[in-house]
């Protein structure tokens, strides 16, 4: 810059001497140049004078201050001074120490930005994994509502059936809600529902399944007409309608075994609550045609009763072949549709043995026990009364011993029966009887009604006076016709519902013989005979002989025998389906 | 003699494709003899769902059912297959079931 001024000044000193001031203000404007470069804050020469001028500006602008030059527009020259012709012009000129406050203030707004550029990639990170909870959640949840077809059955057993009977009589039932008119109605056929279950199965876990299964019953009963107000009345009549009560209602606890490590009986479970009993539903399976008939005990007993019972097959060998299915339990002494009227339990088991060891449930020989002992259903203080016979109130026990060759296609079971005091007259009559057994008037002339009446009370004291025996024969089986879908089948028993008897008019033998078809995995049909036979030959039962089991002549019975006290027998004929699910 | 000798290797692998054929068929017609049949089955129980035993295994009555609408649907789409069911001639009832 020296030389510069130097080589400025020499060239100009030797022009002429109205030269020098033009040469001065060359310098001066070259001066504050110099000082504008080096950032100086204060006035370099008075406004006034001869020098541009600088001046500070307001508080907001401090850090700026303003510096005044002039400039010729014709010429486009610049002064350091006013002058004719020329016009200001101001230059902002940031001081050093404003400087460094606004860079600072760019400084933190560049450190505040980033600091929120991290805040912003924060949640952007927190969105993303939160997103992704929620697409973890979603799956989850359909994967159980998925699941639920695994832990859920719904299911459905019905039996449908049409039966003709060729001769009607009085007896037993052959199949549950199944009645059937008395002498004298021969040709009478009707369609029957037998059974409507719902089944609903949910095993929330593998170790535990509830069931709930409701199914129809017949309603019978007295007309119930209602009187309305003063003067009128609605009709109402319960008999024939199929309702629908509970069946089963238990909680299963599947793997009570398999938690304590006792392979043998890993597949044993505990049920409780309204669970059948431990030897009809097992039978019924073992015979296979159900819904064609009932199974003995059945005839008798009801298949359910509330309680608690454990069961299972017990296995052993490298195979695990069941050499052992059991099933026992405590019951109430009432069934599943009776009030509970007594103080006291009753106790049943069912033990199977298979001596060669079972591939599965039936494989093979099979040597089944069965055994239950309780008490009628009847509350205290009825039963302790005292009386020469307990008649209704009286200890009660069943037995059934079977011997059954099960194979995939065949089947052959021979069953004996025993019972103390487990068969009544309502079992006698299960199907229909004569009205005066169940406190009714026949609509018969006054004596034929006093024979009635006669032979109702030689039924309650030969069948339910506290001190009857009972015993009964069974042979059962099928056999599947190869290469057909037919199998035929049937049932043979011989039961005596009191053996102190010497010759009992109400022993009866009951037989079926029928063929099956299976349409598919779900339906089949049965066409078969169904015959209760009273076999015994016709003839009048002593009156000396009946009071020795408690018998009472009714009012106005003066004869010494009761007479004709064989009823008849019942055939038909019986086309059954049944639809399992 | 290449064309004889080519000749010859055709009929050759010709042969063995034959030969390999009528083994998958003859395994195909053993598999479809395998299905298990409900009517052939023994009860094990009638429940939900109904259980049968069929050649030493148990089946439940959805697996005796599917297995018999996949042999019929593959005797459909090869009808030369003998057929699986031992009452054939009542098509219009196995198809109805």
Known sequence: MLTLFKGCTSTLGRRRRGSVVLLSWSAAILSTALLMLTGATSPLYAQAGFAPSVTSGTSAAAATTTMTLWTDPRTGQVFTRPGRGRVPMSFAIVNPAAQRVLQQQLEDQKAETARLARQLNEQRTQTTAVAKQVNDITPAWQNYVGNLKNKVSVGTLVWFDYGLFTHTGWGPQWLTQFNAPGPGNNMYNSFYLNRAYINFLFSPTEDWTIRVTPNIYTMTGPTTNQLVGRNSAYSNSLIGNLGYRLKYAYLQYNTPFKALDIRSMAKDTIQIGEIPQPETAWEEDLY????????????????????????????????????????????????????????????????????????????????????????????????????????????????????????????????????????????????????????????????????????????????????AYQQGFNFFGHYHIPGTRLTVFGWLKQWNPNTQVATNPFDFQYFVVGVSYQWNEYLRFALDTQNTLFYHDQYNFPVSYAKTFGFTAPTGFKSATIPDVVTRDTHAVMLNAEFAF | MGHSKSSAEAKLAIGCALAIAGCVGIVSIAAASSVPKVEDCGIVTISTPNKYICDGKVYTAYELQHLREKSEQTQKMDPRMPSNDSQSRQTSGSKNR
């Open chain 1, 288 to 467: 296979g045609f159900r819904y064609v008939n009932l199974t003995t005990w059945n005839w008798a007993e009801s298949s359910t009763f509330p309680g608690i019972a454990i069961q299972g097959p017990i296995t052993f060998g490298p195979e695990d072949l069941q050499y052992i299915d059991y099933n026992i339990g405590v019951f109430n002494n009432g069934g599943f549709h009776a009030l509970e009227l007594t103080n006291t339990t009753q106790f049943q088991g069912r033990v199977s043995i298979y001596p060669f060891g079972a591939k599965w449930r039936f494989d093979g020989l099979g040597l089944t026990s069965y055994y239950t002992y309780g008490w009628n259903n009847a509350t205290p203080d009825t039963a302790n009364l005292p009386a020469a016979l307990k008649g209704s109130s009286a200890v009660q026990e069943r037995v059934a011993e079977i011997v059954a060759y099960t194979a995939e296609t065949w089947g052959l079971a021979f069953e004996y029966d025993w019972g103390r005091n487990a068969w009544s007259v309502g079992n006698e009559f299960s199907s229909s009887g004569p009205p005066a057994a169940f406190g009714l008037t026949p609509n018969l002339n006054a004596a034929l009604t006093l024979d009635q009446q006669a032979y109702a009370n030689l039924a309650g004291a030969l069948l339910g006076n506290g001190r």
